[in-house]
Structures are given as structure tokens and as C-alpha cells.
């Protein structure tokens, strides 16, 4: 495998490790990265969620910018349904208030319920009310947000 083909938000030493042994695969940032079909290609892949096009769209630049393949949901339930008939998403970087049948906190709950695995960021234009229950191991982003933030909350 090529090492300079990984995304830059890809750790060389880490991929490296996995790839040898020297870390096991039970390690919690092996979802990092799907290696697919042996192909020496790294990829990546983030569900965008929010019912503002423009701020969507944003964030799937950014996160593409993070060096990761974006795919964007207006809400909640189109989230639910790619979830359901894709098995490669790494994270889901979602708003919380989206109309619909659920906000960004419970699409979060669901997803961690029913996809464990899943990295979970949330954000807001507004500060997260004190009585969210986000799932263990959510990440809060505050909007506005840019590249750094982006990269940062999908590595955490």
C-alpha cells in the first residue's frame, strides 16, 4: 500500500501499525479507515445531516477538505434510511434542530443504539441545552466551524 494515498486527517504511523499487526484490529480507531478491496485506497465516509442546504453543503466541503467522502441527509429520516442500506459510513456530523420526526440528539441516540461503531458530532448555532442526552463518546461542534474543527471532531 502507498502510505502518501491516505487522507491527510490519516495518521502514516497509525495505518502503518494496523497494516503490519503491530496494532490490533480491535483497536477503537480502526474505524479511521476502510481499506477497500486491497486496493491501497483509503476511505472514509460521513453522512452530512441538516435541513439548511446551503450549511449542509458547507459542511460536506469541509469535511471533504478533512479528506473524507461526504454524503448529506436533510433530516433525520433520510439519515435512518442510508444508514440502513449502507454499511461503510465511519460518522455521522449532524445539527440538532431539524424538522421532522426527530432532532439531531435523538438521531444521535437512535444511531448509537442501533450503530455502535458510528462516530457521532453534533452542532448547533445555539448552545447545546443542558438537558441533551448525547450518546457516549458524542462530540459538540459550535457553529460557525471551519477545516480544524471539522478534522478535530471526526478524530476524537
Known sequence: ???????????KPLLHGLLNGSIPVA?????LAELINGLGMVMAIVLVVDDEVLIRMNAADLVEE??????????????????????DIYAVFSDVQMPGTMDGVRL???????????RL????????????????????????????????????
Open 27 to 31: 483497536a477503537p480507531y480502526i474505524l
Open 108 to 118: 444521535l441516540q437512535v444511531i448509537r443504539d442501533r450503530w455502535p461503531p458510528v
Open 66 to 87: 478533512a479528506g473524507v467522502t461526504a454524503l448529506e441527509a436533510a433530516n433525520a429520516d433520510e439519515a435512518i434510511q442510508t444508514l440502513v442500506t449502507r454499511s
Open 1 to 11: 500500500m502507498d502510505l502518501t494515498q491516505c487522507p491527510p486527517f490519516v495518521e
Open 121 to 156: 458530532v453534533l452542532t448547533s448555532g445555539k448552545s447545546l441545552p443542558e438537558d441533551a442526552d448525547l450518546p457516549n463518546g458524542s462530540v459538540f461542534v459550535p457553529k460557525p466551524y471551519g477545516i480544524e474543527e471539522v478534522r478535530a471532531a471526526l478524530l476524537q
